[in-house]
T-cell receptor, first 112, second 114 residues
């Protein structure tokens, strides 16, 4: 069974640009979570999608947004990129009501 | 604000010894505590979780202990192996399934000495 897959694996963008990251959850999982793992800051919760709806978001500005599609895959969009947005962006999926979230390998975003 | 943190950034142990990784949390409303392992270049991997109404939970070679009185969480790894080398994160959430998002500590890097 395929795990959580994310694309692209690496990305370099210029400050002010926009970026879209993609995530495919494990088959059967309806919940998708996005986390930012910046150097020295640990993992920070960004967004939670379930059944196509945004259910919760962390303490991030509105330029971080996303969506979940009918097949439960998800996109994370970041507008007006700033240097501090350089980080590993991790997607996780889980079955509703469980703590066992499965993470993808992440997308390494570098903003220059 | 409330957060989850780890006592030591790096822990070095001899292969075959037991490892104990500690975590302090401050959100008394947290109901679930989870340990993740992150190997280099990979996403975090779920190890074990424990609910706040429990003191101890055991898995395969791992034991999680929860002391709510002092808001302390620990992960014990028995007979540490080279494959245990990784960064270990504790995380907490108020709701099963992490609906409010997991709050992670900064991580402890476990190094296994041959």
């Amino acid at each position: 069974e395929a795990g959580v897959t994310q694309s692209p694996t690496h990305l370099i963008k210029t400050r002010g640009q926009q970026v879209t990251l993609r995530c495919s959850p494990i088959s059967g999982h309806t919940s998708v979570y996005w986390y930012q793992q910046a150097l020295g800051l640990g993992l920070q919760f960004l967004l939670w999608y379930d059944e196509g709806e945004e259910r919760n978001r962390g303490n991030f500005p509105p330029r971080f947004s996303g969506r979940q599609f009918p097949n439960y895959s998800s996109e994370l969009n970041v507008n007006a990129l700033e240097l501090e947005d350089s980080a590993l962006y991790l997607c996780a999926s889980s079955s509703t009501g469980t703590n066992e979230a499965f993470f993808g390998q992440g997308t390494r975003l570098t903003v220059v | 604000g409330e957060s989850v943190g780890l006592h030591l950034p790096t822990l070095s142990v001899q292969e075959g010894d037991n490892s104990i990784i500690n975590c302090a949390y401050s959100n008394s409303a947290s109901d679930y505590f989870i340990w993740y392992k992150q190997e280099s270049g990979k996403g975090p991997q779920f190890i074990i979780d424990i609910r706040s109404n429990m003191d101890k939970r055991q898995g395969q070679r791992v034991t999680v202990l929860l002391n709510k009185t002092v808001k302390h969480l620990s992960l014990q790894i028995a007979a540490t192996q080279p494959g245990d080398s990784a960064v270990y994160f504790c995380a907490e959430t108020r709701t099963q399934g992490g609906a409010d998002g997991l709050t992670f500590g900064k991580g402890t890097h476990l190094i296994i000495q041959p």
